[in-house]
């Protein structure tokens, strides 16, 4: 097992009925700014709710946050709550605006030029104004962790940073805000939360069996809870454990210890930041080629990842890994996810177009052992044209 | 799944070299009170790690705690720390010198009449002076949760506390420092943290098969590495593994959402009490009975635990339960750990004395049913002769 530092101070508050709880978890007499997305909140009743437990505060309401949240957007948002003096910020909704609601705390606080900075010079962020989250799409696993995706337009860059300070302070993980989703937002979810797992998961073996099953554990739930949510959105129990499965897919608990790869995430996020196309299906894109194409250098942790979650036990070697990445394939087709380029009308130009970002962004040394250069992740690419 | 909330702000730094870090992690300046148990810190190099590290803190010493820690020697050590005006305290050792610790910060800042009262009166800890821990051997899970275990030796009680203010601000886990434990300790440790889980799992069926899984990862690692660690204490991955397990079995992570048991370990605290007998031992003692005792209520995750942890498949149901149990008692066996009471020269007269003690403390409704009174505690202390 490697060395780790593990640190994670999210209060989480599951179960139905719990956004009334927020009402003990933000300082009294505290100016709220909440933040949310496209206006969903206020069709399935999660809106009331969080108004009626911030009854008390001055609230402040920023919506409009985009699915792969914009800086652009996001800095409307800082100017407005550093105008308006706000000392808390509540995100309500998914990933996205989570992410946003983490950016625009750090950059409330954000002492040199432009926050941007942040994410491209890696400026570290040394303090955030306090946030919490009402959570209502289980998927990217943001509600409990300190990490964020913001995306700038102007430039099409998709770019993430993390920092001690932007753990929200609480979230609330009601199953029963996710009731509503459409089926398309559970099945990317379910699939994000897959591929957390995997790029954790899937790299080269340290002697870590506990992560490992820890690993195996959320994988397991996921298959078969996957189908069920797609059949029957609104079961509770159903919805619960995809929820409570994602959160623990990137909380930190499962990454002790053991090295990571997350090539997939970075160049997946290209194909969101030029096409636009949902993050959980740029993942099922890439990762298949990804896998395939390092197939070599992750054949043990293949081989355990094929025997134990999809029984696959016979065959040559290669014969095994082939059988897993179809398992997989297969996995995220049966929740209506397509895993090739085409699907999504992108051809080798968008390949050829990613290679030259990279090249400018002089990106290199991707995965668990720093060995995917631009070439390969050409090759990647090209294998899911 | 049932609702929850969970919360867990302990820093963990886990591996090799790790003690020389609480440099960064303790606030400079702060005088520091250095707690420990018999000395064997002295023996292993641990003792020179951590003064080596606060170099440049003010450092009060204060030694010998016992297991299963004496309130009387806990006293003196508030008093000290109060007269030198500690503000952070280093606990150095195992779960019996992490769980003093806790008492020591609480009954620092407690302002009642004697601190004691935390533990019978359940007057609730509402801040304490903070503290830190390297943890020396793995086992009781107190180096990332709240809780502790005292025992008052003039009125021959163990009782526990736990409070939001009495988590470490960090532990440093460096499997090292378990090389030179002896092998009583191991095994007790394997046993402790092992009937952690199965207090939190072997209850009833409430939908959460991630908790289950995740629960099972634990049991499964445990087995696979305890009997390598007995013959190869010094084998890094092993004691890595072993010491992850242990804090994993009882930081929270399992529990939530789950009803949980803890009947073992309150009708097992009295055999501590009232012998000095093992804590660990006391454990072994007392589950394979309650497991039998209350074989029908726990059917199904009996049933489950059986099939998925040792491979119990065939036979009548009873047959499977019972295989079940013994399935686990021969782990702790193999373990060199002793399972019945006249093992450890108890007899009935203990059982009375128990009996009596829960009578005078009016002691009722134990178990995830709560339907474990004083009766059913003398009938499975019976079936433990």
Redesign the interface.
Known sequence: ??????????????????ISAIADEIPAGARVMVTYGGGSIKKNGVYEQVMTALKGHTVIEFSNIEPNPHYETLMQAVEIAKRQQIDFVLAVGGGSVVDGTKFIVAAMEFEGEDPWDIMTKRVPVERAVPFGAVLTLPATGSEMNSGSVVTRVSTKEKLAFSSPFTFPKFSVLDPETTFTLPLRQVSNGIVDAFTHVLEQYLTYPV????QD??A???L??LI??GPKAIHNPQDY?TM??IM??AT?ALNG?IR??VPTDWATHYIAHELTALHGIDHARTLAVVLPSLLRYKGKEKREKLLQYGERIWGVDAGTEDERLEATVMATVSFFESLDIRTKLSDYEVGEDTVKTIVKRFQERGVKNLGERADIQIDDVQQILMMSL
Chains 1, 2 share one sequence.
């Open positions: 097992m490697n060395n780790f530092n593990f640190y994670n101070p999210v209060k989480i508050l599951f179960g139905k009925g719990q002697n870590a069996p506990l099953r820890m195996e554990s959320i397991l739930t078969e809870e129990d619960a454990n409570w499965s623990m608990v002790v210890g």
